[in-house]
């Protein structure tokens, strides 16, 4: 205590220490960054989702065609000029008219029809692999079938199934001693029937289109009206048909018939062989069947009056 009795005043000082605070600039330049940064993905984006035509025209409208054919820098009265002495003007009226070359973008309709030839391919790929599996999947249940019916395993032999470039073929043939139309006749025998009841079921809910053919072998027989292989072998074929509908084939999936009598023989060095008298039925692939109905189509003559 102080000797006049008062008590001394006492001044307290807090002197600021640490770091003196840098503000917010940074903020600012992050934000600019970030809006260059949206301007420019925008730009990407605005060039990639218009077309060619489109950016010919932009660049086009922003190319300047001429300049201004005034003397002085900005044009218009005393623009660019300074009045006095010392200062000289242009005295040339040439203007500078600068070519800017179109811009140079991927060509996006070569890009469509590539992208477009490639799905074609795939498509096609996919279809054969597809069609591969109906067939080997319609020969195993035909094989199968027959294999599991005691009385037809003897008729085994008489079914040929094989992959050909027209498609699954399928072929009822005559063995010796066991005949599919009696000698002569277009009349199946059961057996015949009953493989063609078979291979019926095994086919008729595979979409593909079907030809049938009827073959003979090379012996002759006399008929006086003209009747030989050739209608034999039509006329069996035609039988086959009608049996085929019968047993609930659709008539629509029939594209053709033909009798090919001996002109197309299994046996080539043997043409009297049994195994040459013989039906064949082939699930024709989708480019086959195609090709047939392309030339069936009538073509018009293009003839004008």
């Keep these: 205590m102080a000797e006049d009795g008062k008590r001394p005043i006492i001044k307290k ?179 015949m029937r009953r493989l063609l009841g078979l291979v019926a079921a095994a086919i008729k809910d595979v979409p593909k289109q079907v030809a049938i053919a009827g073959h003979t072998d090379s012996i002759r027989y006399a008929d006086p009206s003209g009747y030989g292989n050739w209608e034999l072998s039509a006329d069996r074929a035609l039988a086959s048909r009608r049996a085929l509908v019968e047993m609930g084939f659709s008539e629509s999936r029939v594209q053709r018939v033909v009798g090919r009598a001996d002109a197309d023989p299994l046996v080539a060095d043997d043409p009297n062989n049994p195994q040459n008298r013989r039906i064949s039925i082939v699930l024709l692939r989708d480019s086959i069947a195609a090709a047939d109905k392309e030339r069936a189509t009538p073509k018009s003559l293009g003839i004008t009056r």
């Design 13 to 191: 000082v807090i002197k600021k220490g640490g770091h003196a605070h840098h503000g917010g600039a940074w903020k600012i330049a992050y934000a600019d960054f970030v809006t260059a940064m949206m301007a420019f993905f925008l730009l990407m984006w605005l060039l990639n989702a218009v077309t060619e035509q489109q950016l010919q025209g932009i660049a086009n409208y922003f190319a300047p065609t001429s300049v201004s054919t005034s003397q002085s820098g900005a044009g218009g009265m005393l623009g660019g000029k300074v009045i006095g002495e010392g200062v000289l003007t242009s005295n040339s009226s040439d203007s500078f008219t600068p070519t800017l070359p179109p811009p140079t973008f991927n060509n996006a309709s070569s890009d469509s029809e590539t992208d477009a030839e490639l799905s074609a391919a795939a498509f096609e790929r996919a279809q054969r692999d597809l069609e591969e599996r109906q067939f080997e999947d319609t020969a195993d249940e035909l094989r199968k079938a027959v294999s599991g019916i005691p009385e037809l395993k003897e008729l085994a032999k008489n079914l040929l199934i094989d992959n050909t470039p027209e498609g699954l073929r399928i072929q009822i043939v005559d063995q010796a001693g066991s005949a599919m139309f009696p000698s002569g006749s277009s009349r199946m025998s059961p057996q």
